[in-house]
Structure formats: C-alpha cells, structure tokens
C-alpha cells in the first residue's frame, strides 16, 4: 500500500513557467519533508514543514502544508533548467516515529 | 550531499554471492538509516541502528539481510546469497540525535547502486 502518492508522476515544461506538484495520502503526518534527487545521488533535504496550513518559501520554490496535514503541494515559478531531478516527499506518522515514508516522487524536466 | 560516505558506489554480484556495503555517517552522528529504492519506486525505510545497537529493523527482510553499526568504524550492510531482485539502490542516512527529540532532517549518502548478474 503506498501511503504518500505524488503526481504528477512525470512533468516536462518550458523554461520560465510554473508547476505545481503533489503529495497526498489518508493518513495524517506529524511532519512532512520535501527532497530533490538527482541521478546518481541520495536525496537532499529542501524544507520540513509541521504545522497544517504551513507555508514556507524557499526562493521560487513555494511548500504548502494541508490544514488536516494529509497531503501538501510544492509550488515552482519560473521554473529553470537547474530545477530539474527526481521531487520526493517523506512523512513522519507520529511525534515519535524516525521512520521517513516516501512517495514515488515527481521526475521534473524543465526544458530551455 | 557532503559528510555521509558511501561505498562502494557500484557494485556488481552475480547470483548467490554476498554483498557488503558501507556507510560512514557524518562526523559525529550516532545514528544510522538504512533505506532501499528500487527502479520507480520511493525509498523504503529498512534499518535503524545506533552505535552497536539496531533498534528497528522492521523494514529488513527476514532472510538473507543484516546489518551492523560497530563502536569503530562504518555501517555495513549485508546481504548474503544475493538474488535478482535485491538490485536497487540503497541509501545510507544519519542523524545526530533521535529525531524524535528534535526536528533534524537525516542526511543521505549518494547510495550503492547494486546489480544482480
């Protein structure tokens, strides 16, 4: 059973446009994390929001936690070449829990 | 992804033979998380150890796999009698506290990419 489901599964867009991408589940989370992978590489940590309805900004890149903190939305404006690898999100079901559940990720091509 | 260390970063077995791979954390962190990511699938949580202990290993499967995390020295994980399907990535990560106590992200290594012949 996949607990975080992300979509889009694939997106390829211009330079210069914006996206957003996904991560849901039924399952509520203490906190949820967002990392980009690139080929060859381990993931690398972009934010960690935990409070529902969180908005954190990191540059172009825009996260938005659920109210009900179920799922959360990765907003990219002006979307350059650089910005493109493999998005994962990970979520903690508990307070106490270090086990990180991951998504199957969005592969991102941004296209100059 | 600068600190965690992984090796090696390739590795090809052929069937029945055994595979070790190493994790060295970052400096100063005690504790060690093992995941799997197989082709088009997220990362599954497998292991996780601190120094000379593993406390959750709920993500192992039961046969074939073991890990360890020595007083000196790097991770390792082992998986004896190697199949097909045991190629996939697999990432090392580490925190310097349990993360329950803090909101401390687990660094990840760059992964062994292992094949199976």
């Known amino acids: 059973t996949q607990l975080l489901e992300q979509s889009p599964q694939f997106l390829s867009i211009q330079e210069g446009e914006n996206l957003t991408v996904y991560c849901n589940s039924s399952s509520v989370f203490s906190s949820l994390q967002w990392y980009r992978q690139e080929p060859g590489e381990g993931p690398v940590l972009l934010v960690t929001v935990v409070t529902g309805g969180e908005v954190k900004k990191l540059k172009r890149l825009t996260f938005q936690f659920g109210d009900a903190r179920k799922d959360s939305s990765l907003h990219i404006t002006a979307a350059q070449p650089g910005d493109t690898g493999l998005y994962l999100c990970a979520g903690r079901t508990g307070a106490g829990s270090y086990q990180l559940t991951f998504g199957k990720g969005t592969k991102l091509s941004v296209i100059p | 992804n600068a600190g965690v260390m992984q090796n090696p970063r390739h590795l090809v077995r052929r069937r029945g033979q055994e595979a070790r791979l190493r994790c060295s954390p970052v400096k100063g962190h005690s504790h060690v998380y093992w995941y799997r990511q197989l082709p088009e699938e997220g990362l599954k949580f497998m292991v996780y150890?601190?120094?000379?202990?593993?406390?959750?290993e709920s993500g192992m499967p039961k046969e074939r796999f073991s890990a360890e995390f020595p007083k000196e020295g790097p991770s390792i994980l082992r998986i004896q009698q190697v199949v097909r399907g045991d190629s996939a990535a697999y990432f090392c990560a580490s925190s310097p506290v349990l993360l329950r106590e803090s909101n401390q992200p687990q660094h990840f290594g760059d992964g062994t990419r292992l094949s199976i012949l």
């Open positions: 150890l601190q120094k000379e202990n593993i406390i959750d």
